[in-house]
């Protein structure tokens, strides 16, 4: 049967689930596949995608229209949504933009309530305070979107058409070693350079700028409560795994500010949190903390999960990419490098935006307290602290109800509010 003819038996708005539903699944549907015969699935898979099923009733963000819209010069600062002109059933009722955006704003779930308490220096300390972990920030269609953006700077590099420092792809000499990284922004040296350069910013480099698409996303993580306004990341490094790849235990360098974030596309992982983990094997760590980290998500890295624990990414088991956004001190920066004049005085979405009633604000005010506060609940609903959680444990120390064998952590895990 003519495969044209066998989607016409389909409706747009079938296609568009079929092509959202297939792309997620990318990642198993092409595993042990050469990459031609990849390439003819994914070719597949993106051909549902007609554009037809496009349109203002949507409540997803087009980032590709956004960036079609900024280039034509068409600012649009309070969000990624931009109506469409299509015909429509003039009964159905349609949710103006910032309408459509504030329930996109108002439906990313935000976890906050990380514990995972470890005795450091004789103190009891959460090594994971300060992590967040941010849920529902881009869409299916737009995570597709930023991962076709990134195959394409890929074929970039490989062809030689990005900057001499910004596309690498090391030759995989063991596993989990050899993930492919694009830099933008700056050029990070890893390790002692062979002039004994330490790790860091290389200064005398100059960069490729970040790309547009890249910069919406920021203005996005910022806009919506991310990250802070003052620490809008200036550079990023993108990651991308095959199978078996991984990231051993690291403290980001302080060349960068914090916060930072990352941003996960293709498939779920685990990455793994301690102060002191232990390489098991090639692409295997141990640490006293694993958090999983979906398909979309965001997770930042403030606090003592930046600076007091250690993080990894042990072997991805199906292919993956994130994208990491940092923003640099300023006595670090690149002799050559000069800010975005785009990333400047980003403004944050107003968190009262479209709420008219008086009722329904103080309904909104009291979900978002429920949503973000870092507290635990135990019998009669009564709160427990993190202060009483880590007396609670230090009081277990002092007694010997807990045997402490020189490294203790006691992980408290929450569900997704």
């Given at each position: 049967?003519?495969?044209?003819?066998?989607?016409?038996r389909?409706?747009?708005?079938?296609?568009?689930?079929?092509?959202?539903?297939?792309?997620?699944?990318?990642?198993?549907?092409?595993?042990?596949?050469?990459e031609?015969c990849?390439?003819?699935?994914?070719?597949?898979?993106?051909?549902?995608?007609?554009?037809?099923?496009?349109?203002?009733?949507?409540?997803?963000?087009?980032?590709?229209?956004?960036?079609?819209?900024?280039?034509?010069?068409?600012?649009n600062?309070?969000?990624l949504v931009?109506?469409?002109?299509?015909?429509?059933?003039?009964?159905k009722?349609?949710?103006?933009?910032?309408?459509?955006?504030?329930?996109?704003?108002?439906?990313?779930?935000?976890k906050?309530?990380?514990v995972c308490?470890e005795?450091?220096?004789?103190?009891i300390v959460?090594?994971?305070?300060?992590?967040?972990?941010?849920t529902?920030?881009?869409?299916?269609?737009?995570?597709?979107?930023?991962?076709?953006?990134?195959y394409?700077?890929?074929k970039?590099?490989?062809?030689?058409?990005l900057?001499?420092?910004t596309?690498?792809e090391?030759?995989?000499?063991?596993?989990g070693?050899?993930r492919?990284?694009?830099?933008?922004?700056?050029?990070?040296?890893?390790?002692?350079?062979?002039?004994?350069?330490?790790?860091?910013?290389?200064?005398?480099?100059?960069?490729?700028p970040?790309?547009?698409?890249f910069?919406?996303?920021?203005?996005?993580?910022v806009?919506?409560?991310?990250?802070?306004?003052?620490?809008?990341?200036d550079?990023?490094?993108?990651?991308?795994?095959?199978?078996?790849?991984?990231?051993?235990?690291?403290?980001?360098?302080?060349?960068?500010?914090?916060?930072?974030?990352?941003?996960?596309?293709?498939?779920?992982?685990?990455?793994?949190?301690?102060?002191?983990?232990?390489?098991?094997?090639?692409?295997?760590f141990?640490?006293?903390?694993?958090?999983?980290?979906?398909i979309?998500?965001?997770?930042?890295?403030?606090?003592?999960?930046?600076?007091?624990?250690k993080h990894?990414?042990p072997?991805?088991p199906?292919?993956?990419?994130?994208?990491?956004f940092r923003?640099?001190?300023?006595?670090?920066?690149?002799?050559?490098?000069?800010?975005?004049p785009?990333?400047?005085?980003?403004?944050?979405?107003?968190?009262?935006?479209?709420?008219?009633?008086?009722?329904?604000?103080?309904e909104?005010?009291?979900?978002?307290?429920?949503?973000?506060?870092?507290?635990?609940?135990?019998?009669k609903?009564k709160?427990?602290?993190?202060?009483?959680?880590?007396?609670?444990?230090?009081?277990?120390?002092?007694?010997?109800?807990?045997?402490?064998?020189?490294?203790h952590?006691?992980?408290?895990?929450?569900?997704?509010?």
């Amino acid at each position: 049967m003519d495969l044209d003819r066998f989607l016409q038996r389909f409706s747009a708005s079938d296609l568009m689930i079929a092509e959202e539903f297939l792309s997620t699944w990318l990642p198993f549907l092409t595993k042990d596949l050469c990459e031609g015969c990849a390439d003819i699935l994914r070719g597949r898979i993106r051909s549902l995608n007609t554009g037809s099923h496009q349109n203002a009733g949507m409540s997803w963000a087009d980032i590709a229209q956004q960036d079609e819209i900024e280039k034509k010069g068409m600012k649009n600062m309070d969000g990624l949504v931009e109506e469409e002109k299509v015909e429509v059933n003039p009964t159905k009722t349609l949710l103006s933009r910032e309408d459509r955006e504030r329930i996109r704003f108002k439906g990313v779930k935000r976890k906050k309530d990380f514990v995972c308490l470890e005795r450091i220096g004789g103190k009891i300390v959460n090594i994971l305070k300060g992590l967040e972990l941010h849920t529902g920030v881009f869409s299916s269609a737009e995570q597709k979107r930023i991962v076709d953006f990134v195959y394409d700077l890929q074929k970039k590099g490989r062809n030689n058409e990005l900057g001499e420092y910004t596309y690498s792809e090391p030759r995989k000499w063991m596993r989990g070693k050899g993930r492919v990284t694009i830099q933008f922004g700056c050029c990070y040296n890893y390790a002692v350079g062979k002039n004994g350069v330490p790790p860091g910013i290389l200064r005398n480099v100059i960069a490729d700028p970040i790309p547009n698409l890249f910069k919406i996303m920021i203005k996005r993580l910022v806009g919506w409560h991310v990250l802070p306004t003052y620490c809008v990341p200036d550079s990023c490094i993108v990651n991308i795994y095959e199978p078996g790849d991984c990231i051993p235990p690291h403290i980001d360098n302080h060349d960068f500010g914090r916060p930072f974030c990352t941003v996960s596309f293709l498939s779920e992982c685990n990455i793994v949190f301690g102060s002191n983990l232990k390489i098991a094997g090639p692409g295997e760590f141990i640490g006293s903390a694993s958090i999983s980290l979906p398909i979309g998500s965001v997770l930042v890295l403030n606090g003592n999960g930046a600076d007091i624990a250690k993080h990894c990414v042990p072997a991805v088991p199906c292919k993956r990419i994130s994208i990491t956004f940092r923003k640099m001190v300023r006595a670090k920066w690149p002799h050559m490098f000069k800010p975005e004049p785009d990333l400047q005085n980003i403004k944050p979405f107003d968190l009262s935006k479209g709420i008219d009633s008086q009722q329904e604000k103080k309904e909104w005010i009291q979900t978002t307290r429920r949503k973000s506060s870092g507290r635990f609940n135990r019998a009669k609903n009564k709160p427990l602290h993190l202060d009483e959680a880590e007396e609670a444990l230090e009081q277990s120390f002092r007694h010997g109800l807990i045997n402490d064998g020189g490294s203790h952590s006691w992980v408290i895990r929450h569900p997704m509010q």
